[in-house]
């Protein structure tokens, strides 16, 4: 009997270790997966039925196996959680090799929400008090990636002893795993800190770094808490050589400095000797934003910071020029925050970022092209504005190009416009734009050229005789493609035309290309200023011929004649437009026919200045005297009335839009009829179904017709791009030449490029000009020898060497209401709304706070006093 | 309606259902939201939410005033890190905030596909989302890092560089195949390099030397094994 049973036992130890030998091990089953590419998820699904037999067995090393092998499906992304408690079976076995396959399945597949979490704080509590350090290990690297609130509650003793090993390896992986602690339970952080803090000095350089890694991320989410520990700080910095320790406590200083200005002047000095020794790439970048961020928070305080905006400066730089992509990427972003602050400091470095937008790397080519809006100046814009166009199109991408188009705008617009000197360029440049082809931002183009032609007053003639060419041009933008929304242009020409049509140079002939295009082709809402814009030009054009009813008579009939095909507008405000212009010319050849016509009739109707209204005008127009707002306007309706009569207001409105009775009102379809009506119009784009449609009618059409010439328009479009590239790159040196070519001969260069060079021609006069004045006549040799003295005090006062344009800006208020900050912004709401919930806030606790049980609890001026002093004490020994 | 505003809803209404009903209160809870009262969290976990509020439910001189349920965000460091092949297979993973298995599906999906369609010549970093995204190439495999946005990128290209670097030493000029073959051993030199995304130990020789000191633990538990193996084939 009993030497059956040691038989039995052998015999299963030894199933156990056979068990283990016959088994699919997790070798066989990747070289498995690798074989069946073709049906993997059929082999893995069998591999799993199979792993759940084996989950089944008694034997211990078949469950690990198995365990191991989910843990590697679970990877490729397959479910294993149901085999959550298998798992715990295995993290159990008093077998490391085992332990340590269950712990790493555990960190892989569980989460804070897992169920089975609660059945495991026994165990791991056993595990972590090990006497063989590495399960004990195992045990926290698991626990980190799992751990919860109540195993973060029934552990933290556990842990906190473990900080007092005798082994540093265990020491420093507490100390770390405390800061999951206290992320998942608040409650531990106060009577562990003392401990903590300790560890900064604990002798194994490995437990101090994992001391300064928690404290410090401790620290910059609730920084002033922590502002005593500053002086243990400073000494980590000045003598600590890890560069892992060092950037934390480089960051933490800037996450206390906003907090203690003091702090940041005795910071800069070894900041700036750690930028100039060290050669580690990630120290230095870690340096520099901490002493960019310290500078803006004691901006004032500090006389001499420019010395190390300076050096900044000069480091990134070498950055930026590095052939690493990385440290090229790194330094503009650095840059971008000292442009914030230090703009003339990162304006001198104008030519590295102009470089980096020929950069292969999209990231890095945005980067440099955020950078330039900040930079721009009224002497640079040009030069800078040209090179984006230049480099538009080489570029490849319509997303590039597409945020380019978008920079240009923006770096042109900002701020009212105020780097513009000549709008006559920018208005070319707009024009141009509008040629990119398949850009998303045509309405972006169109509103900046209504802005313009709005606000610059003195631009109109030049906007006029551009959008005339536009629309004498339209047909190019029938062609384009679907994607586009450039034939958004079309409005703001055509309205531009239409309002200042007294500045066209030969309105007669707009007119007519206007009624020569298929209008019907454009969306509704361009097709309706059409209509409109079509009258004013028409009303100006017998305006201005002294009533010749000859020629008033001709133009009307051909509008008419023209205008009727416009009534088949698919869109009904659009059609409703042309039918009503339609009419009004038809009354007007009317009243020709029989003389009886009088222009002033009609140029009434388009009579008054249209001017900029700035945002805020609607709400701060002040509520006359004597207007109540809350009084009836009408009488209310008494109760013997129609009970079905109960939105008053509208009733008014209603009646006045339809001209119709009040018999209606009773009925609800109708009350719903016109609070629709009253809805703003939203303008629809056509769906992509309809352009679809539409190109493809538009493709047979234009394959009927034998005349259409297939993309002669865009060949002839990048010939000329070329050219006029080629014709730039070799004119380098233009400005510097004046008289020659002033106006060039070859019409193929781009407007834009006309005008920049005759503003630069203009800008040299100007200065030579004032150069002489200032000379006195000087002799014209000295001029080689002090031109970069002269040039640098030009510079000092270069804003009247430049036209000043008269720009509207902001726009108009209701009288004696000043446009002023953000004292009603409506998005107050949004602001609060976005702070998402953090874990740290739970972690802000005031280390010096007394508990509530002692007697004498001192007041908070005290409580503060004792970190400040610290601080102001030097440090260092 | 935006789901912002649907959430608003919802908070205004467990606002109006404080007062009531306690089970009504906790059919709203969901684990990745807080409770705070004049912006102080007050609780978090679902049976600190039960307590509380049943206490103050019976106490009729309690006037709850402000609920705020916020979504968690996760904390900071390296978020998690990705390791995949060139054809976009993942080789290993490892998390360091707490995400479900469907988001960290889609997570890796989108990473992956956004570092796949990088060119060659560009930076090591990308924006992803409120996180910055640091990777690196090394033969066929992808090295990626989640970090947060006040975090040094170049600090971890260092840790990745140095990742590799073990791995290269532990398996002798490592190669996907060791990784994919060996991938528990992968983590394993991974748990002894970092610790909840902090990296623990900067000595590669002390990492390996750990790894290799429990290799050898397991090698001596199987080694037991064999014997009793053996004493079967005596007897």
Redesign the interface.
Same mark, same amino acid.
């Given at each position: 009997m009993a030497m059956s049973t040691t038989m039995d036992q052998?015999?299963k130890?030894?199933k156990?270790?056979?068990g283990q030998m016959f088994d699919k091990s997790?070798?066989d089953l990747?070289r498995g997966i690798r074989n069946h590419k073709d049906n993997e998820a059929k082999y893995i699904n069998e591999a799993i039925d199979e792993i759940k037999q084996e989950l089944k067995q008694d034997n211990i090393s078949m469950k690990a196996n198995a365990v191991?092998k989910l843990?590697?499906l679970q990877?490729?992304?397959y479910?294993i959680?149901w085999s959550a408690f298998n798992i715990i079976e295995v993290m159990s076995s008093n077998?490391?090799?085992f332990k340590?396959?269950g712990y790493?399945a555990a960190?892989?597949?569980f989460?804070?929400?897992t169920d089975v979490l609660m059945l495991t704080t026994n165990m791991i509590r056993k595990d972590l008090s090990s006497s063989?350090m590495?399960e004990s290990?195992?045990a926290?690297?698991g626990l980190?990636?799992f751990i919860n609130?109540d195993l973060a509650r029934d552990l933290a003793n556990d842990i906190m002893t473990l900080m007092t090993s005798t082994k540093p390896?265990i020491r420093?992986?507490a100390v770390?795993?405390l800061?999951?602690v206290f992320?998942n339970n608040p409650d531990a952080l106060k009577p562990a800190f003392p401990r903590l803090k300790e560890k900064l000095e604990d002798p194994d350089p490995?437990v101090q770094?994992?001391a300064v890694?928690?404290i410090c991320?401790l620290a910059?989410r609730n920084p002033k808490n922590y502002l005593a520990l500053a002086p243990i700080f400073f000494r980590l910095m000045t003598t600590s050589t890890?560069?892992?320790v060092l950037?934390k406590i480089i960051?933490l200083f800037g996450a206390l400095t906003p907090l203690e200005p003091r702090l940041g002047k005795k910071l800069i000095e070894p900041l700036t000797n750690l930028i100039h020794s060290t050669s580690a790439?990630?120290l230095l970048?870690?340096c520099i934003n901490t002493v960019v961020a310290v500078l803006v928070s004691i901006s004032s305080g500090l006389p001499n910071h420019n010395a190390s905006i300076q050096l900044c400066v000069q480091k990134l730089r070498i950055l930026i020029e590095d052939s690493d992509?990385?440290?090229?990427?790194?330094g503009l972003l650095a840059m971008s925050k000292i442009l914030q602050t230090h703009p003339k400091s990162v304006q001198a470095h104008n030519d590295l970022i102009m470089q980096c937008l020929d950069d292969?790397?999209?990231?890095?080519r945005l980067r440099a092209l955020d950078l330039l809006s900040g930079m721009v100046s009224k002497k640079n814009l040009m030069d800078i504005v040209r090179k984006l166009m230049i480099h538009m199109d080489k570029s490849e991408g319509s997303h590039y190009r597409d945020e380019l188009l978008s920079k240009i705008i923006e770096i042109c617009s900002q701020s009212d416009y105020q780097h513009i000197t000549n709008f006559e360029w920018y208005i070319s440049i707009l024009v141009e734009l509008t040629r990119l082809e398949g850009t998303k931002h045509g309405n972006l183009i169109a509103r900046q050229m209504l802005d313009v032609a709005v606000r610059v007053e003195s631009i109109r003639p030049f906007a006029c005789n551009q959008m005339a060419i536009l629309l004498a041009n339209a047909h190019v933008f029938i062609i384009g493609s679907s994607s586009t929304t450039v034939a958004e242009v079309l409005y703001a020409a055509a309205w531009i035309c239409g309002e200042f049509c007294s500045y066209l140079k030969e309105p007669q002939k707009t007119l007519e290309s206007i009624l020569n295009t298929k209008i019907i082709l454009f969306p509704g809402h361009i097709q309706s200023v059409y209509y409109q814009n079509i009258l004013k030009i028409i009303t100006y054009l017998i305006q201005s011929s002294d009533n010749d009813e000859i020629l008033a008579k001709q133009l009307v009939a051909m509008t008419i004649d023209k205008m009727s095909i416009f009534l088949s507008s698919g869109d009904v405000e659009a059609q409703e437009r042309a039918s009503i212009t339609l009419h009004i010319l038809k009354t007007v050849l009317k009243l020709i026919e029989k003389s009886e016509f009088n222009v002033n009739e009609l140029s009434a109707l388009f009579d008054g200045v249209l001017n900029p209204v700035a945002a805020k005008a609607q709400r701060k127009v002040a509520i006359p005297n004597g207007l109540d707002l809350d009084a009836w306007i009408n009488d209310p309706p008494s109760e013997s009335e129609d009970e079905s009569v109960t939105t008053d207001s509208r009733h008014d409105n209603s009646g006045f839009f339809y001209g119709k009775h009040e018999e209606n009102y009773s009925s609800n379809s109708y009350s719903n009829e016109t609070s629709n009506y009253q809805q703003p119009r939203n303008y629809v784009e056509p769906t992509t179904d309809e352009l679809e449609k539409q190109r493809e009618s538009r493709k047979q059409s234009e394959n009927m017709n034998p005349f259409y010439l297939k993309d002669s328009k865009k060949t002839k479009l990048t010939q000329k791009h070329e050219t006029s590239i080629d014709h730039s790159n070799g004119n380098e040196s233009m400005p510097s030449t004046p008289g020659k070519g002033a106006i060039p001969a070859n019409l193929q260069i781009s407007l834009s490029d006309q005008l920049y060079r005759q503003s630069k021609i203009d800008e040299e006069n100007r200065r030579l000009k004032k150069k002489s004045k200032s000379d006195g006549g000087s002799s014209k040799k000295g001029k080689k020898s002090s031109k970069k003295s002269d040039i640098a005090a030009i510079d000092e006062n270069e804003d009247d060497i430049y036209p000043t344009v008269q720009v509207t800006r902001g726009g108009e208020l209701p009288e004696g209401v000043t446009e002023s900050g953000h004292e009603d912004n409506d998005d107050d709401i949004g602001s609060r709304?976005n702070?998402?919930?953090?874990?740290?806030?739970?972690l802000n606790i005031d280390f010096n706070e007394k508990p509530i049980q002692a007697t004498y609890t001192p007041p908070p001026s005290q409580l503060k006093e004792p970190s400040k002093k610290l601080v102001e004490t030097p440090p260092v020994s | 309606m935006s789901s912002?505003q649907h959430k608003?809803v919802i908070e205004s209404h467990v606002v109006a259902v404080c007062a009531h009903n306690i089970d009504e209160i906790m059919s709203y809870y969901d684990?990745n939201?807080?409770v705070?009262f004049d912006g102080?969290?007050v609780m978090?976990?679902k049976d600190d939410i039960k307590s509380k509020t049943e206490k103050w439910l019976l106490d009729p001189n309690y006037k709850v005033e402000i609920v705020d349920f916020?979504?968690?965000?996760g904390? +900071?460091?390296i978020q998690f890190i990705l390791l995949f092949s060139r054809q976009g297979k993942?080789?290993?993973?490892?998390?360091?905030t707490? *995400?479900?298995?469907k988001s960290k599906?889609k997570i890796t999906r989108e990473i992956i596909a956004a570092v796949l369609s990088r060119?060659p010549?560009?930076?090591?970093?990308?924006e992803w989302k409120d996180l910055k995204v640091v990777y690196k190439r090394y033969a066929s495999l992808y090295f990626c890092c989640a970090i947060e946005q006040?975090d040094?990128?170049?600090?971890t290209?260092?840790t990745i560089h140095r990742y590799v670097e073990l791995l290269d030493k532990y398996f002798g000029s490592v190669c996907e195949l060791d990784i994919?073959?060996n991938?528990?051993k992968a983590?394993?030199i991974f +748990?002894e390099f970092i610790?909840?995304g902090?990296?623990?130990?900067?000595?590669k020789k002390?990492v390996l030397k750990?790894v290799n000191? *429990?290799d050898v633990?397991?090698e001596e538990?199987?080694e037991e094994?064999?014997s009793?193996?053996e004493?079967?084939g005596l007897?």
């Open positions: 052998v015999v130890r030894a156990d270790s056979f997790l070798h990747v191991n843990t590697y990877m490729l992304g479910d959680s077998k490391f090799t340590r396959i790493l960190s892989q597949c989460h804070e929400g063989s590495y290990a195992v926290m690297s980190s990636c609130a390896y420093k992986r770390l795993l800061y999951k992320l490995g770094a994992a890694n928690v991320e910059r890890n560069n892992w950037i960051k790439m990630s970048y870690e992509q990385n440290l090229k990427y790194l292969k790397d999209e990231s890095i709304k702070k998402k919930y953090d874990p740290h806030r739970a | 912002a608003k684990p939201c807080e705070s102080q969290v978090r976990s916020l979504p968690v965000e904390d +900071d460091r993942l080789r290993l993973q490892k998390w360091y707490s *995400q479900t298995d599906k060119k010549k560009m930076s090591s970093f990308l006040d040094n990128e170049l600090l290209l260092e994919i073959f991938f528990e983590y394993f +748990d610790l909840g902090e990296v623990q130990e900067t000595s002390s750990a000191d *429990q633990i397991q538990e199987l094994k064999r009793v193996l004493d079967l007897a």
